[in-house]
């Protein structure tokens, strides 16, 4: 059949030069190492197994004879002709999905081949053919695999090859080196592995693990290059993929700052950019000393380092990014996840995006019996002290879902201000901000409120919410937007308004409503001290709490914040009683209670007429009837001119007639109306 060598020279060279490793499994020692000349494409079919894809090779060489060999189908193998056409020459078998998953290792050497096997003591079972030297390692492979590739070692020289979809591998015939036939080493079906329980040894480097250099240049392209002149060119692109890779960064593009992820304590804390830059330099001086030019460390100017930080801010852009959307809360000890029952601690990951810990770690057996007993139940009744338990539970969350606003009012020495110390403490002071409406509107307050989640205004006076800059509060509670400037800074950047806040006072407040009363109705929650304060006043209580019932103050917090979500869950909002909800309408009714003295006093009566000062006093007698802090002269002149034409559809006069002493006298008042003397 061959011209070059005969049968018996075949078998002449397959007798003397095997070893004993090639004998029978049965034990019988008689050498099965060739291929029967008569029917080659039969005997190797049932050995790699029927749905392998046969491929004709020209007699003596490795390439296959036809030009569209690798798209040969498995359908071919049932054409006569096709197979008649195997049986002139050598024969290639189509590796890789198109045979069935069959894939081989290719190793070079002889030295190579005993080492490999002893790493895969399974391969020794399995079909093993020889070329020229090393060996053909036959496997069916059952998981995911890679096309094929050379392997090569750490120093650069070549150690084989794995071959799968992409290649082919030549089982018989004659090497085209050696002009002696392939042979059979082992003779066995190829066993069925997985590609990850294949060991390589450790000085190969495999292509398909790729180091982070190797897929950073697939993806951005290499990391400089040198002109013919010598000069350094740096890609951008690719220090700054790095940079990404090897940091936990991102970018808050509202906030305009950077943040680094701390795998200690599960926090992002804002760096610098200073900081970054720096970092950037540090990369291009070890890229200079791994790749020895030292031109590197000369880029490290200014410009080339602004150059990194703006593509980096594009790459690891991550808006609203602490945005709360998972009912996780952030302890010492790790992430307390509300949505097991009950709740489960988790570890820290970066994927939380939590900026904000409370400093206590977590113990479900803690309990804070004075916390209770003497703090809350001797100042409040049980639906306040309820409600103030959910809405602590929601400031331990982060963030004010509801959209509240929690006032505290009443008994001076009370322990208004006591609790929400405490709560301060509980939450961590670092993510508290005093709240200061006088300085609301001014250019650089809203900064001081960046990384915070709870504002808190203690023992404020009575005009706190009525103050210029009182409106901000709405929109710092309401998810509103808000711009902001840092101090030093050069750009304006914006606020999530979305804080937690407290305010305590010992009088009634009075809310400046602009005619924005229903806003105000849904943002306040008041609870009210009405109690007498304690006789023996406890210095430092707050403290001496934290330190005694830190962890069980925490637990009542948890079990508020769990409450708050099944509020949540079932009305949106905050659940409110009705005792609640009419300290709300009291208290805005006050605070807007000229307009409440023109609806219910002042009534339309044809040929009647009142003047303003007369308004005047009989609004100082609804107040006084209604327990009311009255608006001063200047508030109700100033307001009582619109109020009418609105409510009532009169305009300020001046010839209202009233007699003063001998004669009468035109007054300034209103015509068509009169005042009522009863009540609301």
């Not at 409600?387 to 509801?402: F, H, I």
């Not at 962890?551 to 609640?580: R, S």
Request: charged share 25%; net charge negative; glycine share 8%.
């Amino acid at each position: 059949m061959y011209n070059e060598i005969s049968a018996e020279e075949q078998k002449s060279y397959s007798n003397n030069e095997r070893s004993a490793n090639t004998a029978q499994p049965d034990g019988s020692g008689e050498s099965s190492n060739e291929i029967d000349l008569q029917n080659p494409v039969e005997e190797i079919r049932d050995l790699v197994g029927r749905e392998a894809v046969l491929l004709p090779v020209t007699k003596g060489q490795k390439r296959p004879a036809i030009s569209d060999w690798q798209n040969v189908k498995a359908e071919r193998m049932d054409d006569p002709a096709y197979l008649a056409q195997l049986e002139t020459g050598n024969i290639g078998v189509l590796l890789g999905s198109a045979s069935g998953d069959l894939c081989a290792i290719d190793v070079d050497s002889d030295a190579a081949v005993e080492p490999f096997l002893n790493l895969n003591p399974l391969l020794r079972g399995t079909l093993r053919t020889r070329g020229a030297r090393g060996a053909q390692i036959w496997i069916k492979v059952a998981d995911e695999y890679p096309t094929l590739a050379k392997l090569k070692g750490k120093d650069g020289n070549e150690w084989g090859e794995w071959r799968a979809d992409g290649g082919q591998s030549v089982i018989h015939g004659i090497h085209p080196d050696t002009q002696k036939p392939y042979v059979i080493e082992h003779r066995a079906k190829p066993i069925e592995m997985t590609f990850a329980d294949i060991h390589w040894p450790e000085d190969l480097k495999l292509p398909w693990v790729k180091s982070d250099a190797d897929l950073l240049a697939e993806e951005h392209g290499q990391a400089y290059s040198l002109t013919e002149q010598g000069r350094l060119l740096i890609n951008d692109f690719y220090f700054v993929a790095r940079f990404q890779r090897e940091h936990r960064v991102l970018w808050e593009p509202l906030e305009a700052e950077f943040y680094q992820y701390s795998a200690g304590n599960g926090l992002w804390e804002i760096i610098s950019e200073d900081a970054v830059k720096w970092q950037f330099g540090v990369d291009l001086k070890r890229a200079a000393d791994q790749v020895g030019i030292e031109s590197f460390l000369w880029k490290r100017k200014n410009g080339q380092l602004s150059s990194f930080v703006t593509s980096l801010c594009g790459l690891i852009e991550r808006r609203d990014a602490f945005k709360k959307r998972e009912p996780v809360i952030h302890l010492a000890n790790g992430m307390l996840d509300l949505r097991s029952d009950p709740p489960k601690l988790l570890s820290f990951h970066p994927d939380h995006y939590s900026r904000n810990a409370c400093p206590f770690t977590f113990d479900p057996a803690a309990e804070c019996p004075r916390f209770i007993g003497e703090l809350l139940r001797t100042a409040l009744n049980e639906d306040d002290i309820d409600l103030l338990q959910r809405w602590a539970g929601s400031v331990l969350l982060g963030n004010n879902a509801a959209q509240r606003v929690l006032l505290l009012t009443g008994t001076a020495g009370g322990g208004k201000s006591t609790l929400i110390e405490v709560i301060e403490k509980v939450i961590g002071e670092r993510n508290v901000a005093q709240l200061r409406t006088k300085h609301l509107n001014k250019q650089f307050e809203l900064y001081r409120f960046l990384g915070k989640t709870l504002l808190t205004g203690k023992d404020v006076g009575a005009t706190f919410l009525s103050e210029d800059g009182a409106e901000v509060i709405k929109a710092l509670v309401g998810n509103d937007l808000l711009d902001a400037e840092k101090k030093f800074g050069t750009e304006q950047f914006q606020l999530r308004g979305n804080f937690n806040v407290a305010i305590t006072c010992n009088s009634k407040l009075r809310v400046k409503l602009e005619g924005d009363a229903a806003a105000w109705q849904r943002r306040l929650m008041i609870i009210d001290y009405n109690k007498p304060k304690p006789k023996e006043r406890i210095t430092g209580f707050a403290d001496k709490l934290i330190g005694a019932e830190g962890a069980g103050i925490l637990n009542w917090m948890i079990e508020g914040a769990v409450k708050y979500l099944q509020d949540d869950e079932d009305y949106g909002d905050f659940y409110l009683t009705d005792d609640q909800r009419e300290r709300v309408e009291r208290l805005l009714a006050e605070s807007d209670s000229i307009r409440q003295f023109v609806k219910y006093r002042v009534v339309p009566c044809v040929g009647s007429d009142v003047t303003v000062n007369e308004l005047q006093q009989a609004y100082f007698e609804y107040c006084e009837d209604s327990a009311w802090h009255a608006a001063n002269n200047q508030d109700f002149r100033s307001s009582i001119n619109d109020l009418m034409l609105e409510m009532h559809h009169v305009g300020r006069r001046n010839d209202i007639l009233r007699d003063v002493g001998i004669g009468s006298k035109s007054q300034r008042g209103f015509k068509g109306v009169t005042i009522f003397g009863g009540g609301q």
